[in-house]
Nanobody
Framework: QVQIVESGGGLVQPGGSLRLSCAAS????????MSWYRQAPGNERELVAGIASVGGSRQYADSVKGRFTISRDNAKNTVYLQMNSLKPEDTAVYYCNAARRLPLTVYWGQGTQVTVSS
């Protein structure tokens, strides 16, 4: 049974930091690209950061470049999102995504709320 569980969200003041974790099970984690998406109320879900299954190449949304860092630990079947210098506009539900191209397979977690407010 596939499980993707996000944790680490919460309330933080502007300028603060949080580290999100995404623990995966039930599939071969190392063969999947892993990504973090977010969705704020009234907005579409958007890609925040992604990391390849092999090679470690990363991509980031322009809005988080230089502030967020995605990483993965294949031994622990876990992907992380380190978020620094948080802004109120980073407030959203953050979702973990696992994807493989062949065969096309996508899994989603349930999300974790991040609120940046003073």
């Amino acid at each position: 049974q596939v499980q993707i569980v996000e944790s680490g969200g919460g309330l933080v003041q502007p300028g603060g930091s949080l580290r999100l974790s995404c623990a995966a099970s039930g599939f071969t984690f190392s063969t999947y690209a892993m990504s973090w998406y977010r969705q704020a109320p009234g907005n579409e879900r958007e890609l925040v950061a992604g990391i390849a299954s092999v090679g470690g190449s990363r991509q980031y949304a322009d809005s988080v470049k230089g502030r967020f860092t995605i990483s993965r630990d294949n031994a622990k079947n876990t992907v992380y999102l380190q978020m620094n210098s948080l802004k109120p506009e980073d407030t959203a539900v953050y979702y973990c995504n696992a994807a493989r191209r062949l065969p096309l397979t996508v899994y989603w977690g349930q999300g974790t709320q991040v609120t940046v407010s003073s």
